[in-house]
Structure formats: C-alpha cells, structure tokens
C-alpha cells in the first residue's frame, strides 16, 4: 500500500480570485511577508501495487483536475507523513 | 524567496463525503486500485526570508486550516517545482 498526493492548482495565467482574497487577508493579519498564494485541491489516495504512476497521471489529469485550467502534480509519499 | 506548500484535509475520524463519492467514481471507472480518497485544500505560498517556520504553523493553523476538523502539513518546496 502506498500514499500519493495529488495537488491540483489554477494554472498561473489563470486569475486566482481565491488566492488574492487569502494574500490580503494574510497582509492585514501581520504576514507581509508573504508575496502570493495560489489556492488549489488537496488529494490523499492510497493505492496498492496495481497502480502505475501512469494509472495515476491519468487519475489527475482525467477525475481529478481540469486539464484547460487547471495543472496538477502526483507526489507519491513512502513514509507515513506526521500531520499535526 | 522561498516556495511552501500548505495541505489542508478533514481530520481521518471525521467523514468525507467528497472523497467517498470520488472514491466510488474511480473503482466505477477502472481504478479499483485505488482503496481510499481524502479530499482538501492545497495552497501554494510564496513567501520572503522573513516568514519563519513558526509564522508558517501559525497562518496554516489560524488562517488556512479550521482547527477543530482539519489537519495540515506545511512543506517548504527549494527547488522549483515542475508541474504537468
């Protein structure tokens, strides 16, 4: 059994309304340090042995993301991660 | 300038309705597989040299994440990443 993360963001050229609200939420609430934020889908999957990394760029780009405005990347995560 | 992705999902002991009827569309459409879907918010940062780890557990945990039913992980990104 394996974890993967696939996380789906607006393509850049793309206008990100929801990252612009979050970047000046974060200046007012004392982040300027912060420059942007792009807000995007957050996948957890967990997949056993029969599923290729093929089988998984066609899981993002066909169920999970849309492939005109969106783009995605699949990490697959070997070690539990610790979440706080 | 740094790049850091924050992960936001619903807590493992809190239902997730989205992942369970993402879940049900990828064994109907050939991924049986695939045994278990989380759904969240994934946010792409952009910060400078001032934000510290702290500041970072502190956006994710009072601006980004609703603590009581979410959890996330903050994962600071060196090299640029190459997305699809």
Do not use: C, Y
Not at 51 to 80: C, F, K, M, Q, Y
């Amino acid at each position: 059994m394996a974890r993967v993360a696939v996380d789906v963001v607006i393509k850049s050229e793309i206008l990100d309304p929801q990252g612009k609200a979050i970047l000046a939420a974060l200046t007012r609430t004392g982040h300027p340090g912060v420059t942007s934020v792009r807000q995007g889908k957050h996948f957890d999957l967990e997949v056993d042995d029969t599923v290729s990394d093929e089988d998984l760029e066609e899981i993002a780009g066909h169920l999970l993301a849309n492939r005109v405005i969106e783009e995605w990347t699949v990490t697959r995560i070997a070690e539990p991660e610790t979440a706080k």
